[in-house]
């Protein structure tokens, strides 16, 4: 069985399964207005047999497209290019919460279609406020991705301005199998250091993870 020969956004359709965990591309392989193939490149992360169900799912719960798994080939690339994404996660939510010497952060990000939470809790100084904020942001994204440990925090610095509450910079190192790739991004405080911090470290992927 193969997509039903109803003319379709054929492109609309890679694109969706592209924005899934893991998957880096994917290609259809197109007869008239019947798909006899569908090619998948995944960076390793996620089962096969878990990414061809949740193709078969888009295309059901999107498109009414009902398919056969054995048109669906996915070869994996360990370690490859990320899966960049068509569009910047925007802040859902910034929770902080003091406990005596130890504080608790949490951030939500989401994009169009879902919401991407990560909490960590540690001792309470701002050095370390920083560093756990800029960690839950990281490990959202990578989320939202489908990659694990590939973006490490290296620096958190705030410079003061005359004109205005100050600057806050963020430098992030980017890690693949062949190289390191520093990355920096930066916010205006605008009365919430916190969030700042959050959109810095947004500021600097996002240099590397939109298309």
């Known amino acids: 069985m193969s997509i039903d020969t109803v003319k379709r956004d054929y492109e609309s359709m890679e694109r969706d399964i592209e924005r899934l965990d893991s998957i880096m591309s994917c290609k259809f392989v197109v007869d008239g207005d019947e798909v006899k193939e569908i090619h998948i490149v995944s960076n390793g992360?996620?089962?096969?047999?878990?990414?061809?169900?949740?193709?078969?799912?888009?295309?059901?719960?999107?498109?009414?497209?009902?398919?056969d798994h054995k048109i669906i080939s996915i070869a994996e690339l360990p370690g490859g290019e990320l899966s960049k994404r068509t569009s910047r996660l925007k802040i859902e939510r910034i929770s902080y919460e003091e406990r005596g010497k130890k504080t608790s952060v949490e951030v939500a990000l989401a994009d169009e279609s879902k919401i991407y939470e990560s909490s960590t809790t540690g001792i309470n100084t701002n050095r370390n406020v920083e560093r756990m904020l800029v960690k839950t942001v990281l490990e959202n994204v990578e989320k939202s991705l489908g990659i694990q440990d590939r973006f490490i925090l290296e620096e958190v610095k705030t410079v003061d301005l005359s004109s205005s509450n100050g600057v806050v910079i963020v430098v992030l190192v980017y890690i693949t199998e062949e190289q390191e790739k520093r990355l920096c991004g930066s916010s205006l405080i605008e009365g919430d250091y916190r969030r700042a911090v959050v959109k810095a470290t947004l500021d600097a992927l996002n240099r590397i993870i939109i298309r």
């Open 45 to 67: 992360t996620r089962p096969p047999k878990q990414i061809s169900r949740d193709v078969q799912s888009v295309l059901i719960a999107t498109y009414e497209s009902y398919i």
